[in-house]
Nanobody, 127 residues
Framework: QVQLVESGGGLVPAGESLRLSCAAS????????MGWFRQAPGKERMFVAS????????FYADSVKARFTISRDNAKNTVYLQMISLKPEDTAVYYC????????????????????WGQGTQVTVSP
């Protein structure tokens, strides 16, 4: 079991940056594949980025490539999502997810690949 707590969300103007954190307790985050998803009002939860259990592979949604970076600090049991050049369309609740995916080198990209979820953190980007 792992518990996930996101933080770092907020209100920023377009073009600015934010770094989201996902603190894992219970089993260490290095044991799990990690992912970030987001959900805007009235829309389904969408994939943003993921990191394989090995840490060697990442995967990004096309809409955030070259702007967002997922990373992990095993010593702090924390996963990060660094977001730069934010756009109003990035506005959403961002969720951290984890799963002990069998393939150590695979970075899952669908919500049903993850069994553990955080409560979400709001990111609002003003025009």
């Amino acid at each position: 079991q792992v518990q996930l707590v996101e933080s770092g969300g907020g209100l920023v103007p377009a073009g600015e940056s934010l770094r989201l954190s996902c603190a894992a307790s219970g089993r260490t985050s290095s044991t799990y594949a990690m992912g970030w998803f987001r959900q805007a009002p009235g829309k389904e939860r969408m994939f943003v980025a993921s990191l394989s259990r090995s840490g060697s592979n990442t995967f990004y949604a096309d809409s955030v490539k070259a702007r967002f970076t997922i990373s992990r600090d095993n010593a702090k049991n924390t996963v990060y999502l660094q977001m730069i050049s934010l756009k109003p369309e990035d506005t959403a609740v961002y969720y951290c997810a984890a799963d002990a995916y069998p393939d150590y080198n695979y970075a899952p990209a669908t919500p049903n690949a993850f069994n553990y979820w955080g409560q979400g953190t709001q990111v609002t980007v003003s025009p």
